[in-house]
């Protein structure tokens, strides 16, 4: 069937390093086959795989003052990564202790509660239009629970939780409703 994440470019990978992003099996036989050769077939918990290195590039070291710049960013970078992910894990730790409200998880992660609604499924604006927020809202565990959620990814910096304090279940207007 093909590499899903390189099906696009033709089963072509790029270059890879040995640097333990593959898996293991993949990155030996990679390494181990000579250039313009086609490996044995190789096993990995992904399947089975016959790699053609096409090339083989020497790879180089860079000076500090080089790369510097570069790996600030990349330090920086996680850093942030770090932070968010440990205030969302201590939002989600203090949310799990009360799950029937969020106002005290708010109140310590310095985070207000937002209120939306009421709103039918697809007709919603903001980040309660998001898909995966909008599963979650109609969710039959969160409608019936009135637990918060886990969090639900907004973007790679952004998350929310949310709450489903009431559900009305989908019914025909009544005339005087569509009157208008």
Request: hydrophobic share 40%; aromatic share 6%.
């Amino acid at each position: 069937p093909g590499d899903p994440g390189s099906a696009a470019n033709g089963g072509d990978l790029g270059w890879i390093r040995r640097d333990g992003s593959m898996v293991k099996p993949f990155e030996d036989a990679a390494f181990a086959t000579a250039e313009g050769a086609v490996s044995d077939p190789v096993r990995s918990q992904f399947g089975w795989h016959v790699l053609y290195v096409r090339e083989v590039r020497a790879g180089r070291q860079a000076a500090f003052e080089d790369v510097r710049d570069t790996l600030v960013r990349e330090v920086l970078q996680a850093e942030r990564e770090r932070a968010f992910n440990d205030m969302v894990g201590a939002f989600v730790d203090h949310v799990y202790r009360n799950p029937t409200e969020l106002a005290s998880a708010a109140k310590e992660a310095n985070l207000e509660v937002q209120t939306a609604g009421p709103f039918a499924r697809g007709e919603a604006e903001g980040i309660i239009a998001a898909p995966a927020v909008q599963r979650a809202a109609f969710s039959e565990s969160l409608v019936q629970d009135g637990t918060a959620s886990d969090p639900i990814e907004i973007d790679q910096d952004r998350s929310v939780v949310i709450r489903v304090t009431s559900h009305e279940p989908a019914r025909a207007m009544t005339v005087a409703e569509a009157r208008d």
